[in-house]
């Protein structure tokens, strides 16, 4: 039994399909560097909990023993990769899900390219719940693996999506006492700026619109675990300004309302 942690970039396939698969190239470049340097995300990546990481193309699968400890550290990968490409104009976010089962690793099909392999129940699943549920640059997780983790764990950085997966709320810190709201706060901000940048984008800008219900949710917990951490980060962020272009893609467009307009003007005291 283990825990596999399986992400990809989000939106891939639309970078792909430019000419010459430009931004696509671009992407897997900016991952390659994060990944490789001793920068935070790295360090997460290179952390304790993973006893084994393999990637392809786009895609990347680690293997854990402890399902909480994988689920900490994959939170922080997503968080920090967000925040490192928080003033990029397009930036590299990653889409993700954690399950429990079988892993086996086997040697590769072609040794010149790879080293290792890996298959089992858990690596089929993650790949399968990584495409459920809403859009955006969400981190999903199986009812196995929400059966293991702690109550305290669960109740601070669990939440139940709209379409039913539970999913990580990764911009909160995995301990909730070293939460850095001025850094939350940096996230929030590059999110709704790409969104006043490509609402007009048909293939961006439900992911967009998801990825800011996903900050709203997470400010709610913080809110109700540590107000005064909450009310610093929503005083640097401008969800005044985002929330009209919201509500005009919420109503013209078949993109679901998650209550997301409702979440913002209860953190905004609308």
């Not at 825990?3 to 991952?31: C, E, I, M, Q």
């Not at 990968?77 to 928080?86: D, E, T």
């Not at 913080?222 to 969800?239: G, K």
Request: aromatic share 8%; hydrophobic share 50%.
């Amino acid at each position: 039994m283990a825990t596999v942690f399986f992400a990809d970039v989000l939106g891939f396939s639309a970078l792909s399909r430019t000419a010459n698969a430009a931004p696509a190239v671009d992407a897997l470049s900016d991952l390659a560097s994060i990944f490789s340097t001793q920068s935070s995300i790295a360090r997460y990546l290179q952390a304790p909990a993973w006893r084994r990481r393999y990637g392809l193309s786009d895609s990347i699968f680690l293997v854990a023993n402890d399902p909480t400890e994988a689920c900490a550290a994959a939170a922080e990968v997503f968080f920090n990769l967000a925040f490192y490409n928080s003033t990029a104009d397009r930036p590299v976010l990653l889409r993700g899900a954690i399950t429990m089962g079988d892993v086996r690793e086997i040697g590769p099909l072609f040794p010149e390219t790879a080293n290792a392999n890996v298959v089992g129940d858990a690596v089929v699943r993650a790949v399968q719940l990584e495409r459920c549920g809403a859009k955006g640059p969400r981190l999903l997780v199986s009812d196995e693996v929400v059966g293991a983790l702690p109550a305290e764990f669960t109740s601070w950085m669990l939440d139940q999506t709209a379409e039913g997966p539970a999913e990580l709320l990764w911009l909160l810190t995995p301990d909730p006492k070293v939460t850095e709201p001025l850094m939350v706060a940096d996230v929030c901000r590059a999110a709704t700026r790409l969104l006043r940048m490509q609402s007009q984008d048909a293939e961006a800008a439900p992911h967009l619109v998801a990825y800011l219900d996903l900050l709203a949710r997470s400010l709610e917990r913080l809110r109700e675990r540590d107000a005064n951490a909450a009310a610093t980060a929503l005083a640097t962020v401008n969800f005044r300004a985002v929330r009209p272009i919201l509500q005009s893609l919420l109503t013209t467009s078949r993109i679901p309302e998650f209550l997301l307009l409702e979440r913002i003007d209860a953190l905004i005291g609308k």
